[in-house]
């Protein structure tokens, strides 16, 4: 096999930047699974209500990551030529284009706060928690839009290991403020939903501050003044927004349909909301691997194609496949092996707690699937420049495949919510085949690093021209 035979430097570079981006997305999923747990044990119809609400931040967030991944497509390039003032001007466009999206957000999240909800739900009690956590949840979202724009810079620039620390510093907080304000620990008061709320602005405040107090103490490419983050031209944006705006609208798209697909499920009910919710707690806590993977990828395969060493591009993309196949089977596995202990820490009725199981194994079965999809768009075809046709294979495969399947199933043919949930793989199985696709035909490899120069041009700007 071809990944065997790969040399050293490979599995290097691999583990340099697939290691922390990995453990940081555990620490993420762990503490947030712990979280759900925590407000599970406080009924069904609150952690319907928490995962209901944060599907809007999921949006939020969605918007902020495409955001982030495509300044640091220019970050990356311009830390190889060690280009500070254009790093800079960069980081400047994502934190301006990253508060503004928050404000937005912040906006309609305090004006039509039931409307988000009825989107999901018509159950009373769940709309009004929701709202409850909603509003306070909102407070969070400038701060986390700072945090991901400079998280998100400092991997380009190969400093991955520092925000890993922050975060799982910040969600630890978090952690411990949900234990203390939902149940009212230690004389605090009894908060329930709202004091998870609370504990997510605490947390997210103060990952920020650590994260500034880190960037500016340090004294490293990313700590400009607000002289020197605002110091691009119109045509600059413009020009920049060229390449950003394909990898927003990727993950965009994405993420509405992600969006759409929990609609369907609040409109199933309650139950079907908490058994969804569950079961994407646990799937997310094993794809944490699967994101470090992919950062590796497209940095590795990105640069060999930048470089012109087409071969070595092409080699890195085939190792990267091979590999997410053998993590994709092993994952899968241990997934379906610990499904029945992780259910046990849920506080649900048990007609949930099956729901939630079968839907487990269905994610176990086709857990190497998933894995193959999400390494080889997200890392090996935006890293090699191809991100045009990544959008074109999530747009069809979940809008045309996806979201009508899992709307006949729920409306039309009123299945369970497993088999709804199952209807939805059809959507990842067809993404496999075009993706297997157009990985063997070669057509992905674009190398961009011209045209990206020749696209960036202003007159104060001597590297872009």
Not at 2 to 11: C, E, I, P, S, W
Not at 302 to 307: D, K, L, P, T
């Amino acid at each position: 096999m071809l990944l065997l035979n790969a040399d050293r430097n490979f599995y290097k570079q691999m583990l340099i930047i697939a290691v922390p981006v990995t453990l940081q997305n555990f620490i993420v999923s762990f503490l947030n699974m712990i979280d759900t747990v925590m407000v599970g044990r406080l009924g069904e119809t609150e952690i319907a209500a928490v995962g209901i609400a944060n599907q809007y931040f999921f949006l939020f967030a969605v918007l902020l990551i495409g955001l982030s991944a495509g300044c640091n497509v220019f970050i990356a390039q311009f830390w190889g030529i060690k280009d500070k003032t254009n790093i800079q001007r960069i980081i400047g466009i994502g934190l301006g284009s990253a508060l503004i999206i928050s404000l937005v957000f912040i906006f309609f999240g305090l004006l039509y706060p039931d409307k988000i909800m009825l989107l999901f739900s018509d159950d009373p009690l769940v709309i009004q928690l929701g709202i409850d956590y909603l509003r306070i949840a909102l407070i969070s979202y400038p701060f986390i839009a700072i945090t991901l724009v400079y998280s998100y810079s400092s991997r380009s620039i190969g400093r991955a290991l520092q925000p890993m620390i922050i975060s799982a510093f910040a969600l630890i907080v978090n952690a411990f403020f949900n234990y203390l304000l939902i149940f009212g620990k230690f004389g605090a008061p009894v908060l329930g939903v709202r004091g998870a709320a609370i504990a997510t602005v605490i947390a997210r405040v103060m990952e920020m501050c650590c994260l500034l107090i880190w960037v500016y103490g340090s004294k490293s490419v990313l700590a400009a003044t607000f002289r020197e983050l605002t110091d691009f031209s119109l045509k600059f944006v413009k020009r920049a927004y060229h390449t950003i705006l394909p990898v927003i609208l990727n993950d965009l798209c994405w993420g509405l349909a992600s969006f759409v697909y929990m609609v369907v499920y609040g409109r199933m009910g309650t139950q079907a909301v908490a058994t969804v919710q569950i079961c994407n707690t646990i799937n997310n806590l094993f794809l944490v691997v699967v994101c470090g993977l992919s950062s590796a990828a497209a940095v590795m395969v990105g640069n060999s194609i930048g470089a012109g060493d087409q071969i070595k591009g092409k080699n890195y993309a085939r190792n990267f496949a091979l590999l997410s196949i053998m993590v994709g089977f092993g994952l899968g596995g241990l997934l379906a092996i610990s499904t029945p202990l992780i259910l046990s820490f849920f506080t649900v009725s048990s007609s949930v707690k099956k729901a939630a199981q079968i839907i487990s194994y269905i994610i176990a079965f086709t857990f190497v699937i998933r894995v193959l999809n999400h390494v080889l768009i997200v890392g090996v075809l935006r890293g090699g420049g191809d991100a045009k046709y990544s959008l074109l294979i999530e747009a069809f495969t979940m809008w045309i495949i996806g979201v009508p399947l899992t709307i006949m199933g729920a409306f039309l043919f009123q299945l369970p919510v497993y088999m709804v949930y199952g209807l939805a793989i059809v959507e990842e199985i067809c993404k496999c085949i075009l993706c297997v696709s157009r990985l063997k035909s070669g057509a992905w490899v674009k190398n961009l690093t011209r045209s990206l120069a020749g696209k960036i041009s202003d007159q104060t700007c001597p590297y872009l021209q």
